[in-house]
């Protein structure tokens, strides 16, 4: 027997869901793996992430694909109308699902923006070394060789005096 357009939509629902709850767990580890400069967790998080994100832009086509061929728009508002337009069991037990996919997709979001802070915030630190390093500190100002006001002030490199 084949499956409804419900019971389609709650299984690519609950995909989703399984799919976004192991992106969040290695969101997680990689957020570790930040702080503690663990570099071969880091690319091997990043290696994982990857197909977990293919899986969810195609599951968030099949879910769309199911509301357009039971004539609803695709989006937040046709899946809403979608789900309200099914039995008082079914509507209760998608919305159910669409709540935990939501929360989820909520707390990826939050760990991939602090994960991208930590990311910032070590690239600046590297650049800020980098520069002192090639003798170049981007905070000091001054006056350059032919009396222009300068951020960079070139100093002798401290690798060249090593």
Same mark, same amino acid.
Request: proline share 2%; net charge neutral.
């Given at each position: 027997?084949?499956?409804?357009?419900?019971?389609?939509?709650?299984?690519?629902?609950?995909?989703?869901?399984?799919?976004?709850?192991?992106?969040?767990?290695?969101?997680?580890?990689?957020?570790?793996?930040? #702080?503690? @400069?663990?570099?071969?967790?880091?690319?091997?998080?990043?290696?994982?992430?990857?197909?977990?994100?293919?899986?969810?832009?195609?599951?968030?086509?099949?879910?769309?694909?199911?509301?357009?061929?039971?004539?609803? @728009?695709?989006?937040?508002?046709?899946?809403?109308?979608?789900?309200?337009?099914?039995?008082?069991?079914?509507?209760?037990?998608?919305?159910?699902?669409?709540?935990?996919?939501?929360?989820?997709?909520?707390?990826?979001?939050?760990?991939?923006?602090?994960? $991208?802070?930590? #990311?910032? #915030?070590?690239?600046?630190?590297?650049?800020?070394?980098?520069?002192?390093?090639?003798?170049?500190?981007?905070?000091?100002?001054?006056?350059?060789? $032919?009396?222009?006001?300068? @951020?960079?002030?070139?100093?002798?490199?401290?690798?060249?005096?090593?």
């Amino acid at each position: 027997m084949a499956m409804t357009s419900s019971q389609q939509l709650r299984s690519v629902l609950q995909a989703e869901q399984h799919t976004a709850t192991q992106l969040l767990e290695i969101l997680t580890a990689e957020r570790d793996s930040l #702080v503690k @400069s663990d570099a071969d967790v880091m690319a091997l998080m990043n290696t994982n992430k990857q197909p977990l994100l293919t899986q969810l832009e195609q599951l968030g086509r099949q879910r769309e694909g199911i509301l357009q061929a039971e004539g609803f @728009s695709s989006g937040k508002d046709g899946l809403e109308a979608f789900i309200a337009n099914q039995n008082k069991r079914e509507s209760q037990q998608l919305n159910d699902l669409l709540v935990q996919v939501r929360a989820t997709a909520q707390e990826c979001r939050d760990y991939n923006q602090i994960n $991208g802070g930590i #990311v910032n #915030v070590n690239r600046q630190y590297l650049h800020r070394a980098m520069s002192v390093l090639r003798g170049r500190d981007l905070n000091i100002t001054s006056y350059g060789p $032919g009396g222009e006001y300068t @951020s960079q002030v070139v100093r002798q490199p401290l690798l060249g005096r090593v």
